[in-house]
């Protein structure tokens, strides 16, 4: 509010929570936007957690811009093996790295 300019800015989310399960590990990931999640598993690299975005980049899903702008987070499980690598990274590094 003490930045007019500002308005209609608002944030995007990615988070992570490991847990063992059962003898084996599962990744919980939780975002909102673009912010993204990647795994590595043998040296490959994949986009775990799909934009909240259309064809323009623009967002369809954040928080704070207004109340009917954030639509809810997204939850995606994924079973991690020894040596996977979880990337999590805000929309800013996608615009200065390619997947």
């Given at each position: 509010r003490m930045h007019p300019e500002r308005d209609g800015m608002g944030t995007?989310?990615?988070?992570l929570r490991v847990l063992p399960e059962d003898g084996h590990t599962k990744?919980?990931?939780?975002?909102?936007?673009?912010s993204r999640c990647y795994l590595i598993r043998n040296g490959i690299g994949?986009?775990?957690t799909p934009d909240h975005a259309d064809r323009n980049g623009r967002l369809l899903?954040?928080?704070g811009v207004t109340p009917d702008s954030f639509r809810g987070a997204d939850t995606h499980t994924t079973d991690l093996r020894v040596g996977d690598t979880l990337i999590?990274?805000?929309d800013g590094l996608s615009d200065y790295v390619s997947a």
């Open positions: 995007t989310l990615v988070s990744a919980v990931i939780c975002h909102a936007g673009d994949c986009q775990i899903n954040c928080l999590l990274c805000s």
